[in-house]
C-alpha cells in the first residue's frame, strides 16, 4: 500500500491530487504499530473533519459579518488584519479569556451539558458526509437516517440549554425553537424522502455515486428533474428552519426574546453554541448538496479533473453565500405565519412532491415525463400559495397601542 | 464489554428517571436510558432499529414529555404513594424481577449459544415492509393519524362558552 | 452467560424499573414514562431473540419492534394530551388527586 502510495505521489497525476488526503492518511498509519494502525486512521479522519469544518467556521464568520455589512451599506470589521480578515482569531481570544458567567439559580451540570452535547451532535452528523471521493468517515448502511436521529438530539441539547438557565427569555426562546425544529423537521424528512425513492439507498455514499456521469452537458444530479427541483427548494427552507436562520430566526429573535435559549452563556459556552450552529448549517448544506447538487461530482463533463473535495466546499461555499444573502435581506416571520407555512404550504407540497417523484419513476422518459411532473409541480404550487396570499389581508395595517 | 457498559448506562437512566425528585431531570435521564438502549440495539446488529429508536424516543417522545412538563404546574412535591402502598409495590416489583430472572436462568434453551442472525440490510427491512408487511404498515399509518388528530382535539382548549 | 440471556436479563431489569416506575410514583407524566421504559423493554426482547434466536423467518423481530415504536409514539402523544387535559380541569397530575369517580 505504501509503495503504491509513493509511486502515485511520484506521478502527480489527478487522482493523487484527488486522493491526496487519503494517501496522506494512509502513509502516516503505515509508521504506526500494526495494533493502533485502525484507531489511528479514524483518529486522523475525525481530527480532518474537526479542523475543516472548524476552520470553515471561521472563514465563515468573517464572510457573514462582511457580507451582511456589505448589503446593510457598511463596512463590517476592517480593524483586525488586512481588510479584518484576522477578525475570527480575535473573536476566539476574546471569548476564551472572558469571563464564563452561570446565573446562581441555574442548573449547573445542565448548564454545562447543553453547549458540549450540541456541539457533539453537530459534529457526529459529519460522519456519513462523503466530503470527497472515498472521503467518508463511515459509510452506514442507513446513512440518513443516522443524519436525522442525530439532527434530532439538537432539540434536547436547546432545550437542556433553555430550561436550565432559569430565565423566561431562554426558556420562551428553547420552546420556539423546539416547536419550530419539530414542525420543519416533517417537511425536511419528507422533501428527501424523494431522493431515496429515487436511489432506492439510504447510505450517503450510494446516492452521491447515482448522480455521477452526465447527459450531453447536463449532470445526473436530483437537481435537475422537476421533483428534484421542488424537492430542493423545499429542503433548502426547511433546512434555514432547522437550523435558525433569518428569516426563521424567532427562537433569538434579538428584538423579542434578546436571544433566545443562550442568553445566560458567555464566554466559551457561548462560543460553543455559536460554533454548534454553524455546523448545524454546514451539516445539513452538505446533505441538500449529497441528496440533491451530486455530492463531490462534478458539474461539467470537462471539469472532472479537479479534485472531488473542492468541488464538494465549492458547492457548500455557494449555499452558505446564499444563507447570508437570505439573511440580509429577507425579514422575520411571525410564529403564527411560520407554523401555517410549515403545517399548510411545506407538508402538503412534500407530500405531492413524493407522488411526482413516484409518477417520474414510473414513466418511460421522455418529454412527457417532463410535463406531467413540472405540471404535478407547479399546479399545487399556484393553488397553494394563491390561497396562502388570500388568507392575510393586505390592507393598510391599523396600529393599536397599549392602554 | 461495550455491551455491559451501555446496559449499565440504560438501567442507571431508567433508575434515575423514576427517582428523581425534579420531573425535567427525569426525561433528561430518561434520554440518556434511551440512547443507551439504542446503543445496545447497534451491537446487535439492528442499525435501522437504533436510529430510530434515538428518532423517534429522544427527537420526538422524550420532547412531547417535556412540552407536558412545563405546560403542567408541578408542585415540588415528591409524589410517592403512601409508605405501605409503596412497600407493597416494591414486593410486587421484586416478585416479577425474582419471577422473570430465574426463568431465564433456567431455560434450558438459552444454555447453548447459537450463532447470530445476519445484520439485516436497509434493503431487505425496505422489501419487507413494501411487500409483505404492507398492510400493517398501512395500518399503523391510520393508527397515527388517528393518535395525532385524537391528541389535538383532546388538547385543544375547550370552548369557553357556556349559558 | 450467553448473548441472548443477558440481553434478556437487560431487559427483564428495564421492565422491572420500569414497573416499578408505575407502581411506586403518583404523577402521571412518570407513569408514562415508566411505560415507555416497559415497552423498551419488549422491544429489546424482540430484537435480541431475532439476533440470536434459531428463527426460521428472519427479520419478524425487526419488524414487530418497527411497529411497536410506532404504537408507543402514538401512546404517548395521546397519554400526554391527556394529562394536559386532566391538568386543565383538576389543576394537578397526581393521580391519587384524581378521585371524583370514587363511590
Redo the contacts between chains.
Sequence with gaps: MTALAYNSLHHASPQAADQIFLIVQHWIVSHAPAGLQSLLAILLSVVAIVGGFGLLFAITTILERKGLGRIQNRYGPNRVGFFGSLQPIADAIKSLTKEDIVPQTADKLVHLLAPILLVLAAFSVYAVLPVGRNMVLVNLDAGVLFFFAIGSVTEVAVFMAGWSSRNKYSLLGAMRAIAQMISYEVPLILSSLTVIMATGSLSTVTIVEKQAGFSRILPHWFLFTPWGFAGFVLFMIAATAESNRSPFDLPEGESEIIAGYYIEYSGFKFALFFLGEYLGMFAISGLAITLFLGGWNAPLPFLTWVPSYLWFFAKLLTLIVAFIWVRGTLPRLRMDQLMNFAWKFMLPMALLNLITAAVWHFMPSGPVRWLVSIVLVVVPYTLLGRNQMHKSHLEKRVYRFAE | ML?TIF?AL??AG??A??SLRN??????S??L??AG?AA??LL??????G?????????????????????????G?F???SQAS?NL??L??IA??GT??WT??S?AA?????P???E???????T??MVR?AL??EV?GL??T???I???T??L??KQERP | MTPLSSCLMLSALLFSVGFAGVLMRRNAILILIGIELMLNAANLNFIAFWRYGSAPEALTGVMFVIFSIGVAAAEAAVGLALIISIYRHRKTTQIDRINSMRG
Design positions: 455491551f446496559a440504560t438501567i431508567a433508575v428517571a423514576i420531573l425535567v431531570h427525569s426525561v433528561l430518561l434520554i436510558a434511551f438502549l445496545v440495539y446487535l446488529g439492528a442499525q435501522f432499529i436510529f430510530a429508536q434515538i428518532l423517534v424516543y429522544v427527537g420526538a417522545v422524550a420532547i412531547l414529555i417535556v412540552f407536558t412538563i412545563l405546560l403542567t404546574r408541578n408542585d412535591t409524589g410517592t404513594s409503596w409495590g416494591a410486587i416489583v416479577v424481577f422473570l430472572a431465564i436462568h431455560s438459552l444454555q447453548h449459544a447459537l447470530p442472525q445476519p439485516a440490510t436497509m434493503q431487505q427491512i425496505g419487507a415492509l408487511f400493517p404498515l399503523i393508527l397515527l388517528a393518535a395525532l385524537g391528541a389535538a383532546i388538547a382548549h375547550e
